[in-house]
């Protein structure tokens, strides 16, 4: 297996001074690599859903989802919408939308790799990838396309906005 359950999760608390108060769960998909894995059977591949725990995302979510004190989780990665048990804990999903010279650009400014493996790896795997993954979210729950070129703060503004309507819309 990859990281250990629980592993990845990281909270945001605020709250009133006296009360009780909830915090924002937000699980991060890289922390669940199977780095074994990658390098016994994905020849060190990294950007495939095999290359995901996805028992131990699934568990981080559920574990969270539970928590009395958690008033919302938020699931990111660029697989997040790969496993259909997860889908079904979601309530509202976001997928940003970035063309793939942009794409290429910012990969460049993170975890360099060639222009070849960009190419022939990468970009084809998210092509598939998101494919697959937008049919599936969009039959379990709402979901907003953001364009992830935008500045951070109107991605954000965006967000929330989706958020909030679905959250609405949802009821109590």
Not at 30 to 35: G, N
Not at 74 to 98: K, N, Q, S, T, Y
């Amino acid at each position: 297996r990859g990281e250990k359950p629980g592993h990845g999760r990281k909270r945001l608390v605020a709250g009133p001074k006296e009360g009780p108060f909830r915090a924002v769960s937000f699980i991060c998909q890289d922390e669940f690599f199977d780095v074994g894995r990658i390098h016994k059977e994905l020849d060190g591949v990294f950007d495939t859903p095999e290359a995901l725990d996805h028992d131990a995302v699934l568990e981080a979510a559920e574990l969270e989802i539970r928590d009395p004190c958690v008033a919302w989780v938020i699931l990111e990665g660029f697989m997040a919408f790969h496993d259909p048990r997860l889908l079904r804990l979601l309530d509202a999903a976001i997928w940003l939308e970035v063309p793939r010279e942009v794409t290429y650009q910012r990969r460049m400014k993170t975890k360099r790799v060639s222009r070849q493996y960009f190419d022939e790896v990468l970009w084809p795997n998210h092509e598939a990838y998101a494919g697959r993954a937008l049919s599936r979210v969009k039959r379990c729950t709402a979901v907003a396309t953001v364009d992830g070129t935008k500045a951070k703060d109107t991605v954000l503004q965006e967000s929330v906005a989706f958020l909030a309507a679905a959250r609405a819309q949802a009821g109590p």
